[in-house]
């Protein structure tokens, strides 16, 4: 079935129509439709259009409704003030319009992009060796609502994920466990499988740390543990077989984690650092015969007149160092080169901390500069903020440590268990239910409290506001969303959700179809901009309008007649569908019960 036109974009085509009708020259004109609280709609485009023909607002105004045909969408329209139009609809024409979107299956009249290409997603970059923390959040579940949103409408997704498993710091600890082997798996010198998951990564991590120190602190050791790097980069056995084991046991880890947020990450998506090892010097070749590199000082370097030090100097974007070893820059121009030639990218999106928004503008115009990056493929970083203790500063534990991402996950969970107990006064969940829904649940509210802020924005992580049942939270759309499914399932046989365009709607019924209507255009504008937390807030207002629709609007009074009755249970159906399917969009489930 074709997506179905909202009543919000079939308004605004008509207005635009009489505009050019009663205004020649006025194509392309916005009309500058608006929800209002005194209609449907309201419509403030023909001041700015009478002001520029130096013509009379009113008069201009009518002309505007004279020209605005006859039809069964728009009831009433009157003008306003000095040439405002207050636009009322049929209530015949919002069930109408319900009606063709519930008859779309699970796509609900949800169109596709009008010109799809193909966009490579970097997100979730965690860090082979080493334990995933609160840092780590924003780009996983900022970056899967993200590809979930473009894929829904229609674009070629390809997903990456930059995890860094190659550079000094695997010299370091290799060399580390080559001296110490008793430190790692009890004197065996190989993960066993006990260690697998989380266990494995907490000890390397322990031992990450350890080395780091050593590292540090001896002089002797740090030179062996570079000459490391050197035996990694050269294929060394020995040093591959230690690489590769750290790289096994964190990807075990990596889907435990990815796991418990509801993630599906696949290895064939896993792309890392040292996925683009044998195209670096290559890089490098290229940007130096350009011109796009120069030597200084005996690294390979890209300069830039709008990025200065303190001291007034050119702050260069260091490709290859003096030594002779790779930056950050040449594995990530090299994969750029990969994913604009081999995996044929209109867009690179990179979900990635705003804290590093300095590097990806160097890389990026070094790209175009390469001719690699131009009009018709362009790179964007998709920058977010920081998560938040609730003193407002960066989430640390009491003992100024960074919190671990599965201790905050297990606590989420632990306090959304809670509360689903709380609520099963009549005891209908059995206890594997009652920790099903604490899952659901728990790992709603912490995706839901990142998407629903504006990625670049900072964020407070605050559990007990997460998991109530009060306010912006997915706990409050989630429970809309049962309390419907609870409704259903009391009609049972005896009523069917069914749409009677005849009837007239009380003014929540009507506010409440005009909300789910919007459900496409919201989707294809949150996906468009990379802005899951235009969703979120569409979603949280659908179930504010639906609890005000539940509280004036008996469903299966006694009272109703049959029509009534299943009109209003078509209402609750379209609601709970579009609020399922908008939370599997932003990657949160939907139980049927809490």
């Not at 105004?61 to 306003?80: M, N, R, T, W, Y």
């Amino acid at each position: 079935m074709a997506s179905v036109t909202s009543l919000t974009a079939s308004v605004e085509q008509q207005l635009k129509n009489a505009l050019v009708a009663a205004l020649p020259g006025a194509e392309g004109a916005d009309p500058l439709l608006r929800r209002s609280d005194r209609a449907d709609f309201q419509a403030n485009g023909v001041l700015a259009l009478a002001k520029k023909a130096k013509a009379n607002p009113r008069e201009l105004a009518a002309k505007v409704v004279e020209a605005l045909p006859d039809g069964e969408v728009i009831k009433d329209i009157e003008v306003s003030g000095p040439g405002f139009l207050n636009i009322t609809l049929s209530d015949r024409s919002i069930l109408a319009n319900l009606a063709a979107r519930a008859e779309d299956g699970a796509r609900l009249g949800v169109g596709h992009t009008e010109h799809p290409g193909t966009t490579v997603i970097d997100y979730a970059q965690p860090n082979v060796a080493k334990e995933m923390h609160v840092g780590h959040l924003r780009s996983a579940v900022i970056g899967d609502a993200v590809m979930r949103l473009m894929e829904f409408t229609g674009e070629t997704v390809v997903r990456r994920h930059h995890i860094g498993d190659w550079g000094t710091q695997f010299g370091m600890l290799i060399q580390y466990l080559i001296e110490h082997p008793d430190e790692l798996s009890g004197g065996h010198g190989d993960v066993s499988e006990e260690q697998a998951g989380e266990e494995a990564m907490s000890s390397l991590n322990r031992i990450y740390k350890t080395s780091k120190r050593a590292f540090d602190e001896d002089p002797e050791f740090k030179e062996r543990a570079r000459r490391r790097v050197v035996d990694l980069q050269a294929g060394d056995e020995e040093t591959l077989r230690y690489w590769h084991r750290f790289v096994d046991e964190s990807k075990i880890y990596f889907n435990s984690v990815f796991g418990k947020l509801d993630m599906d990450i696949r290895d064939e998506d896993i792309v890392g650092e040292s996925g683009y090892n044998e195209m670096l010097e290559e890089t490098c070749r290229l940007l130096e015969e350009s011109g796009v590199a120069v030597r200084s000082e005996g690294a390979l370097c890209v300069f830039f007149d709008d990025v200065l030090g303190p001291d007034g100097n050119q702050v260069p974007l260091i490709v290859k160092k003096s030594n002779g070893g790779y930056g950050y820059a040449a594995t990530d121009l090299s994969a750029i080169r990969d994913r604009v030639f081999h995996l044929k990218a209109d867009t690179l999106l990179y979900v990635v901390d705003a804290r590093q928004a300095l590097h990806f503008k160097m890389v990026f115009e070094t790209a175009r500069r390469a001719g690699w990056l131009n009009d018709d493929v362009r790179a964007v970083q998709l920058a977010f903020g920081t998560v938040l203790g609730a003193d407002g500063k960066p989430f640390k534990t009491r003992s100024g440590e960074t919190v671990r991402l599965v201790d905050l996950l297990d606590e989420a969970v632990e306090r959304a268990t809670a509360v689903v107990r709380e609520k099963d006064v009549r005891g209908q969940l059995g206890e594997a239910e009652i920790v099903e829904r604490g899952a659901q649940v728990g790992i709603g509210a912490v995706k839901y409290a990142d998407l629903s802020t504006s990625a670049n924005r900072d964020y407070k992580f605050d559990l007990d506001q997460m998991v109530s049942l009060n306010g912006d939270t997915s706990v409050y759309i989630q429970y809309a969303y049962a309390r419907i499914q609870s409704i259903l399932r009391r009609a049972g046989g005896q009523f069917t959700p069914a749409a009677h365009p005849g009837l007239e709607l009380a003014p929540a019924e009507r506010a409440l179809g005009l909300h789910a209507d919007a459900f496409g255009a919201t989707v294809q504008e949150a996906a468009e901009e990379y802005a899951p937390h235009k969703l979120a807030a569409y979603l949280y207002q659908l179930a504010s309008l639906y609890t005000t629709f539940y509280d004036q609007c008996h469903v299966l009074s006694e009272d109703n007649p049959q029509a009534v009755v299943e009109n209003r249970l078509f209402l609750c159906d379209v609601t709970a569908r579009t609020l399922a399917k908008g939370l599997s969009l932003l990657g949160i489930r939907a139980p049927k019960s809490l």
